[in-house]
Nanobody
């Protein structure tokens, strides 16, 4: 499966962005999906994950209550709604996919990655 993100950009602190990720290929509903981010000079870190049915989600503590992950299996899409953005949310955001029945929150658990989209939050 190939993944492509969109929706990044520059936003002021307190603002919102919605990231999208489209997947090519068939059997999209067999894949659990996740969003990760890599801040400048830091390691890639987990943001949010969703099961293949969309019935369960998981979030990093830093984004709980502000970010929402969702998916539309009919459109092969996964989204990340980001509200109340902070400067520390600045990073390259990537979506990832793995065939499996749970949600996954570790980089090594995912098999497929998008190229990423830059999100910059100004103070």
């Amino acid at each position: 499966v190939q993944l492509e993100e969109s929706g990044g950009g520059l936003v002021q602190a307190g603002g919102s962005l919605r990231l999208s990720c489209v997947a090519s290929g068939r059997s999209f509903s067999r894949y659990a999906l996740g969003w990760f981010r890599q801040p400048p000079g830091k390691e890639r870190e987990f943001v949010a994950a969703i099961t293949r049915s969309g019935g369960a989600t998981n979030y990093a503590d830093a984004v709980k209550g502000r970010f929402t992950i969702s998916r539309d299996n009919a459109k092969n899409m996964v989204y990340l709604q980001m509200n109340s953005l902070k400067p520390e949310d600045t990073a390259v955001y990537s979506c990832a996919a793995v065939e499996g029945g749970m949600w996954y929150d570790e980089v090594f658990e995912y098999d497929y990655w998008g190229q990423g989209t830059q999100v910059t939050v100004s103070s």
